[in-house]
């Protein structure tokens, strides 16, 4: 099968390691367990997810997409696949109320929403669901997935992997739109997604 990019490159960015935890539903997603506990996820089934979710993203007005990372790690993907594909990022603290109460400053209507781990960005889900605002996301082996419309299984706390995840993502939407040919890749690779090093975060 040729995938999106090689095999080895979501090896190396260790986009196919798991937790040692693995929730019902995503083990349908993994292919094996190591002897330290680990399970690994299916590159097959991460690459066919990634298609399909790029298809589904690309059919909305950039505009009304709001991509979600509360995770450290996450944030800088986010920002880059907004500022090629001109969706909405919404990083760091989530403010209750986002999705649901008009009355807020930060308040936003989208028409769809792309968090990068169910876990932390709770807050997102739980809001877009209650006004029926479809979620797509990257699961970990550990997530838990209600919720969530579409998951994308993979390693989604690794500064690498998250660079790669959101790289190929954005790629393949704006080929998908037509705004990159199909042999064609963005004008950065995935290092300038990745976040450099964690800065201290003050209250």
Same mark, same amino acid.
């Given at each position: 099968?040729?995938t ?5 490159? +979501?090896?190396?960015? &260790? ?5 040692? #935890?693995?929730?019902? +539903? ?6 094996? #367990? ?6 690994? /996820?299916?590159?097959?089934k #991460? ?7 790029a298809?589904?993203?690309?059919t ?9 990372? !509360? ?5 800088? $993907? @986010?920002?880059?696949?907004?500022? +090629?594909?001109?969706?909405? =990022? %919404?990083?760091?603290? #989530?403010v =209750? &109320?986002?999705?649901?109460? =008009?009355r /807020?400053?930060? +308040?936003?209507? =989208?028409?769809? @929403?792309? @968090? *990068?781990?169910?876990? *932390?960005?709770?807050?997102? %889900? !739980? ?5 029926? %605002? $479809? ?8 997530n ?8 994308? $299984?993979?390693?989604?706390? &690794? ?5 790669? /995840? ?6 393949? %939407? ?6 990159? $040919? ?6 950065? &690779?995935?290092?300038?997604?990745? !976040? ?8």
């Amino acid at each position: 099968m040729e995938t999106l990019v090689p095999v080895e490159l +979501y090896r190396k960015m &260790g986009v196919i390691v798991g937790t040692q #935890i693995c929730t019902k +539903y995503m083990k349908k997603f993994t292919y094996k #367990i190591l002897p330290e506990g680990f399970y690994l /996820l299916d590159v097959s089934k #991460i690459d066919e997810r990634l298609r399909i979710a790029a298809k589904f993203l690309s059919t909305f007005n950039p505009e009304k997409i709001a991509v979600v990372s !509360v995770r450290v790690y996450g944030q800088k $993907p @986010v920002q880059m696949m907004c500022k +090629y594909v001109g969706c909405k =990022p %919404i990083v760091g603290r #989530i403010v =209750p &109320g986002t999705f649901t109460n =008009p009355r /807020l400053s930060a +308040y936003i209507e =989208p028409d769809v @929403v792309l @968090v *990068t781990d169910p876990r *932390t960005d709770r807050q997102a %889900i !739980v809001e877009a669901s209650r006004v029926g %605002i $479809p979620v797509v996301a990257f699961a970990d082996t550990d997530n838990k997935v209600d919720m969530i419309d579409l998951v994308i $299984p993979a390693n989604n706390r &690794g500064r690498k992997s998250l660079a790669l /995840l959101y790289w190929i993502l954005t790629r393949e %939407i704006l080929r998908n739109k037509g705004i990159l $040919p199909p042999d064609k890749d963005l004008d950065v &690779g995935p290092e300038e997604f990745m !976040v450099v090093k964690v800065v201290e975060q003050t209250s």
